[in-house]
């Protein structure tokens, strides 16, 4: 009977680990967080985007043993995302590229929590960030990317200076040809408290078919088509995440992250060669959030798994281009 209880045991363990680590990846690590998170409003250069997200109340699945509860958790988003180009080099004779770029985002998420026996989750989670960045050419087909931004993840009841993250870092990034380029380097951030590097990847994939595929990870996979000059459908794969410094978490656990995994229909109307106006829908496969000290050593530690039940999701937005649609 203690065998077979052991059996039983391993593969729970493992799923506990490598959900644990998911949310590591989506949730700690800086590069989730270095690019405004607008879900199907994204920009794709300098512009400027708004969206709201809903998603009704799901429940709360609680850690010790995976039970799906009574108590319920809706969220209501609003993002916010600016990128503007402060200047831009091309060497004719060579092709080098040289530009620098300043990015603002935000986030404010109210999360309505209903039955529970005690409190678990915040009311609500702010995040702002500012973010320089700047790319140039280092030979024909690689290229640096430089990024340093710093922002405010925080829950609203305490803001002080726990609650500034800074992140930062560099990508090597190969245009291996037109459709798909690469890049690995390394990022820091003070998540933890103490400064540390984590690895950071990068890839880009886009195809030009009927059916366009487009791999921008680590933000999404997705497979789109244009229906005619003012529509395009996608069906997209979507990963999001964040990390916010909490004051009254279980167990008095500051850092608290935050990993969300979705799929759904994104259709986007293009008003004109600017403005484009995004509305989504689909589900919420995975979302999930561990509550942690703020210490290195307990980043890839076996946490308690506050997760939500499968859920389905709304979103609406607008995107101004600031460069015109071809």
Not at 59 to 70: A, G, L, M
Not at 226 to 251: C, H, I, W
């Amino acid at each position: 009977m203690m065998n077979q209880q052991r059996i039983y045991q391993q593969p729970v363990q493992r799923k506990k680990r490598y959900t644990c680590l998911l949310l590591a990846l989506f949730a700690f690590t800086p590069a989730q967080r270095l690019w405004a998170q607008l879900g199907a409003t994204s920009l794709n250069g300098p512009g400027i985007g708004i969206s709201v997200d809903y998603l009704p109340p799901s429940r709360y699945i609680r850690p010790e043993d995976s039970v799906k509860t009574k108590s319920t958790t809706s969220q209501q988003r609003y993002n916010f995302g600016a990128v503007f180009m402060l200047s831009s080099y091309v060497d004719t004779a060579t092709g080098k590229v040289r530009n620098w770029s300043l990015s603002a985002s935000g986030s404010y998420t109210k999360l309505i929590n209903e039955d529970y026996d005690h409190r678990i989750f915040p009311e609500e989670l702010l995040e702002t960030q500012l973010a320089l960045q700047h790319f140039r050419s280092i030979g024909n087909r690689w290229g640096m990317l430089s990024v340093l931004s710093g922002g405010v993840f925080t829950d609203m009841e305490k803001i002080n200076g726990k609650d500034i993250f800074i992140n930062g870092g560099v990508l090597f990034v190969k245009q291996h040809n037109r459709r798909f380029s690469y890049g690995i380097g390394a990022m820091f951030t003070n998540s933890f408290g103490t400064p540390m590097l984590l690895p950071a990847l990068l890839i880009k994939y886009q195809t030009d078919s009927r059916f366009r595929i487009d791999v921008n990870f680590p933000e999404k996979i997705s497979v789109s088509s244009s229906l005619n000059k003012q529509t395009d459908l996608a069906l997209a794969f979507r990963m999001r995440g964040s990390s916010y410094d909490v004051e009254n978490a279980p167990d008095k656990k500051r850092l608290m992250g935050y990993a969300e995994i979705s799929v759904g229909l994104e259709n986007t109307w293009h008003l004109n060669r600017h403005i484009d106006f995004v509305a989504s829908g689909g589900s919420i496969l995975y979302s999930g959030t561990t509550f942690r000290e703020k210490n290195l050593s307990e980043m890839f530690s076996d946490k308690p798994m506050h997760r939500f039940a499968t859920n389905y999701f709304f979103s609406g937005g607008l995107r101004w281009n600031f460069q015109p649609r071809k």
